[in-house]
């Protein structure tokens, strides 16, 4: 390579999707293209499968041995909305293939702590996609469909769908937002352009794809407070979604509690990037949940998780001592938590899972129960 060559800049284009950027990528570094010299630029709408035409023919060999991690990364920095995220990925590859094999493990490095911090917005961002977003039913050639709208902070349609799909099995729905949507059809997920308009539907739906039904002047008997739903996919099981979104709405359903009698609480997003845990997160949760209580007006708040415990009673409460206790609380007539589904079924011990899943129900149950008396006393 002559040195003109060397100092000519070189601009490729990228979809904002992780197989763009691993084809993009490949190209450059079997090129033996340093940051310095690329400038990247964003390609309109979804990838058809081509590459920048400076790329083409330079095979298709494998990216370089990089640690899972990063690709982890990746997937979800191409989904943030920041234009610097190509040249900061690149930048991050190619010091990880010319002799920075372990930068990832380099919290103060300054690139890494841009991508990491990059990634936990994308995450909450899906989170709060999750959580928020509400369904109405509609109609689509002559069969039911549920339709929302929606607009994220990120370009995380394709990362939320998978959940909203583990959340609503059984419901035909489309998801909208400006930049993407996505289409269940009970049998498989796609999807298509974004819609820039919110167009209302006509009717609500009333089904656990929406349980906020009731108005605010009507109150509502339980108010359900969940620890804030997660997307890792290193193992955990998120909260409400998928596996223990199914065992509680089973749950429920042998409690005699209806998806009519609930409000399921969204729960806030963590103040900027702290990853907070104890009772400093279980305040900012608490200070979020006092203005939703006040127009929902429970006769029951039903708090799953330590920390939403915490929240709903207080620093003091301590799951492994007051759980199933009811008690008075300024927010409604009643107030008692349990375990979260996502405690059940993380464990690995099936005994102990089986016990804990015994435990769930019975305060599920009491609960019910203790609903049914207050509404006798009315």
């Known amino acids: 390579m002559s040195l003109s060559d060397q100092e000519v800049q070189v601009r490729v284009s990228v979809a904002p999707e992780l197989a763009s950027f691993r084809e993009v990528a490949r190209g450059l570094l079997a090129r033996c293209l340093p940051p310095e010299r690329v400038s990247f630029e964003e390609a309109p709408g979804p990838w058809d499968g081509r590459v920048d035409a400076l790329l083409s023919g330079m095979g298709t060999g494998a990216l370089p041995v990089v640690p899972r991690d990063f690709l982890g990364l990746a997937e979800k920095v191409v989904c943030h909305r920041e ?6 990925l690149y930048r991050v590859l190619w010091r990880l293939t010319h002799g920075e094999r372990w930068l990832l493990e380099r919290e103060v490095d300054r690139d890494v702590q841009r991508l990491r911090r990059m990634e936990r917005a994308v995450r909450r961002d899906v989170r709060n996609l999750v959580i928020r977003v509400r369904f109405r039913r509609g109609a689509s050639d002559g069969a039911e469909r549920y339709v929302a709208w929606y607009r994220p902070e990120h370009l995380v349609v394709r990362l939320a769908a998978p959940f909203l799909v583990g959340r609503f099995p059984t419901l035909r729905w489309s998801l909208f937002t400006p930049d993407a949507s996505a ?10 352009a974004g819609l820039a308009w919110e167009a209302p539907p006509q009717a609500p739906a009333r089904s656990t794809a929406a349980r906020r039904s009731r108005t605010p002047s009507e109150g509502t008997p339980v108010m359900m407070v969940g620890d804030v739903p997660d997307t890792r996919e290193d193992g955990d099981v998120p909260c409400f979604v998928g596996p223990a979104g199914r065992l509680l709405e089973v749950v429920l359903s042998r409690a005699g509690l209806k998806p009519t009698d609930l409000h399921v609480s969204r729960g806030p997003p963590p103040d900027g990037d702290a990853e907070a845990a104890g009772w400093r997160e279980a305040q900012a949760f608490r200070e979020a949940l006092a203005s939703e209580v006040a127009s929902v007006r429970p006769l029951l708040m039903l708090a799953l998780g330590s920390t939403a415990g915490q929240a709903v009673l207080g620093p003091g409460f301590r799951l492994n001592l007051n ?3 009811f008690v008075q609380t300024p927010w409604a007539r009643g107030a008692m938590a349990t375990f979260a589904p996502a405690d059940v079924l993380r464990r690995a011990d099936p005994r102990e899972r089986a016990e804990l899943r015994i435990h769930f129900e019975a305060d599920l149950r009491s609960a019910a129960q203790w609903l049914r008396h207050a509404g006798r006393r009315g």
């Open 83 to 88: 234009p610097e995220r190509w040249a900061l």
């Open 183 to 192: 289409h269940w059809d009970l049998a498989r997920l796609s999807y298509g």
């Open 323 to 325: 759980r199933g206790q």
